[in-house]
């Protein structure tokens, strides 16, 4: 069966960095339109950034200039940079795969706190 694996969450203090990876399998990797979202406590899920087959990026206007999200097909592996990391940032990020059929991690959960 499909699987999305999300790894590289954890805590991190305010302005630091993490990367994030997701790990595909059993899927037609670079047919899939790949994305990240995140869900914070008491708040709707939410579109971070996401990256079609031939490279074109979207971000939600809050990580512009901070996060870079990468694919590298070879790998069946999409990534999420995260740079000058901010408390709003602290919430659980699902990867997502969406071409035929949508697709969900389990997601990694990331604390941003000092």
């Known amino acids: 069966q499909v699987q999305l694996v999300e790894s590289g969450g954890g805590l991190v203090q305010p302005g630091g960095s993490l990367r994030l990876s997701c790990a595909a399998s059993?899927?037609?990797?670079?047919?899939?339109?790949m994305g990240w979202y995140r869900q914070a406590p008491g708040k709707q899920r939410e579109l971070v950034a996401s990256?079609?087959?031939?490279?074109?990026?979207t971000y939600a206007d809050s990580v512009k200039g901070r996060f870079t999200i990468s694919r590298d097909n070879a790998k069946n592996t999409v990534y999420l940079q995260m740079n000058s990391l901010q408390s709003e940032d602290t919430a659980v990020y699902y990867c997502?795969?969406?071409?035929?059929?949508?697709?969900w991690g389990k997601g990694t959960l990331v604390t941003v706190s000092s």
């Open positions: 990256i079609t087959k031939d490279g074109t990026i």
């Open positions: 997502n795969a969406d071409w035929l059929r949508e697709y």
């Open positions: 059993r899927i037609a990797f670079s047919h899939y339109v």
